[in-house]
């Protein structure tokens, strides 16, 4: 999507080992969100933040952490992979003050741990 | 709680046929409406906004969904299905604050 950019795309990689998502947008929005989507779950919060280094949890957040050092960056961070965390991940970025309700949305990474 | 419940997980209808999606919310404040379309291994797309003013909302694409206060409910429409319209749709509402809720999404079929 214009504007906001995942990387990677896709990762595979083993139960135990940290990994990290990153997030970037060129909008200069305030509020960035990470989401996982799983079947039968639709997409679920496990992240956000409202500004740099401003930070909150979501329903999601055990076994993940956030961080942001610049307006651009989200990062997403598993600190030891487990099967479970195995599902796409969705990064968004929204402006309430500016009047952009709703999100605009990442790509998505596609994470498989084995 | 505050909640957003969608009813059907999978939805055919044949091309050509009418689209109802159903939506429906639980919520002690007014809330804003979303819904998104997901293609294949793509990311969501906004489909259309429900904030305030006018309750019957046009969307791309030739959707459109009516907010309902005394139902509860933003059902997503569109009078005539088209092949391309088959994905995967999400209701979702951020009841007040800037955290949106999805519901379970719903996948589209459509038959020609």
């Known amino acids: 999507d214009a504007g906001i950019t995942q990387s990677p795309r896709h990762k595979v990689t083993e139960t135990g080992t940290p990994v990290t998502l990153r997030c970037h947008q060129t909008?200069?929005?305030?509020?960035m969100y990470w989401y996982r989507q799983d079947p039968g779950h639709g997409l679920r919060l496990i992240h956000y933040?409202?500004?740099?280094?401003?930070?909150d949890k979501g329903e999601v957040s055990d076994g993940y952490s956030v961080s942001r050092s610049k307006t651009e960056d989200f990062l997403l961070t598993l600190e030891s992979a487990t099967s479970s965390q195995t599902s796409v991940y969705f990064c968004a970025i929204s402006d309430p003050e500016g009047g952009i309700y709703g999100y605009t949305f990442g790509s998505g990474t596609r994470l498989t741990v084995v | 709680a505050q909640s957003v419940t969608q009813l059907g997980s999978h939805v055919s209808v044949s091309e050509g046929a009418l689209v109802l999606l159903r939506c429906n919310y639980s919520?002690?404040?007014?809330?804003?409406l979303f819904w998104y379309v997901q293609y294949p291994n793509q990311g969501l797309q906004l489909l259309l906004k429900y904030t305030t003013g006018a309750t019957l909302v046009k969307g791309i694409n030739g959707f459109e969904a009516e907010f309902k206060k005394s139902e509860t409910s933003f059902h997503l429409t569109k009078p005539s299905a088209h092949m391309s319209d088959a994905a995967e749709y999400f209701c979702a509402s951020n009841f007040g604050n800037e955290k949106l809720t999805f519901g379970t999404g719903t996948r589209l079929t459509i038959i020609p």
């Open positions: 933040s409202y500004g740099v280094k401003d930070t």
């Open positions: 909008e200069n929005h305030r509020y």
């Open positions: 919520s002690s404040v007014p809330p804003y």
